[in-house]
């Protein structure tokens, strides 16, 4: 069964970044297509990004294009989530998910993938 562990999330003043880890245990990702979502206090979960498991295509929500990056670490086990430029708005609870696909050319940021993390908050406040 595979495990999930986001990392990497905190306190940052508008303007910042964080970088987050969706790590996980015994098993390589690269064979996973990752996504990366968030909620926000009161609204609805939504994805952001994720990465294809067949070259690494990567896909972003018009919300952080421009702002986050996803990529795959060189361990094999951890895919991150660079956030830049971050804004109050982007404070939320922040999830990584995969869904066993080895040959994904394309990833989508719906909500069906099958294995979850349990998530990380990030709070933008000055």
């Known amino acids: 069964q595979l495990q999930l562990v986001e990392s990497g999330g905190g306190l940052v003043q508008p303007g910042g970044s964080l970088r987050l880890s969706c790590t996980a245990s015994?098993?390589?990702?690269?064979?996973?297509?990752i996504g990366w979502f968030r909620q926000a206090p009161g609204k609805e979960r939504e994805g952001i990004s994720c990465?294809?498991?067949?070259?690494?295509?990567?896909t972003y929500d018009d919300s952080v294009k421009g702002r986050f990056t996803i990529s795959r670490g060189d361990a094999k086990n951890t895919v991150y989530l660079q956030m830049n430029s971050l804004k109050p708005e982007d404070t939320a609870v922040y999830y990584c998910a995969a869904n066993w696909n080895p040959n994904s050319p394309l990833c989508t940021m719906g909500p069906h993938y099958h294995y979850w993390g349990q998530g990380t908050q990030v709070t933008v406040s000055s």
């Open positions: 990465i294809s498991s067949l070259h690494d295509k990567t």
């Open positions: 015994r098993f390589v990702l690269n064979y996973y297509v």
